[in-house]
């Protein structure tokens, strides 16, 4: 039996904690918040203090980076609509880090329920 990308995620979102975006805005102060999406979808907007390592490198760099040497600290993780999200939570339950949730519907619930969003500015004068 072969599985579709919809079957992984599907399988992930049964083994981890996934939390409602109003929820994680509670949660996001006492938290690590990690963006598992492109670097191009972090620049364009994300989560106040999110952390990009993007989900296709995620398990080669998360181990490197200074923020996330403890595996016992809450991470709060989102993608776009939180499938590569659901991805990134099973496997870093699996390396190890016991307090990870991520947060349902990604970053297009988070933005469309008007909660705060960070922004590079990369035009001069903005």
Partial sequence: MSLSAFDLVAEAKSQITEI???VARDAIHDALVLDVREPAEYEAGR???AINIPRGVLEFRIGDHP???RRDQDILVYCKTS???????LNLKRMGY?????IHGGFDAWSQGGLPVEQESTRFGD
């Fill in 20 to 22: 409602e975006p109003a």
């Fill in 47 to 49: 989560l106040p203090g």
């Fill in 67 to 69: 923020q996330f040497t």
């Fill in 83 to 89: 499938g590569r999200a659901a991805l990134a939570a």
């Fill in 98 to 102: 016991d307090r990870v949730r991520s």
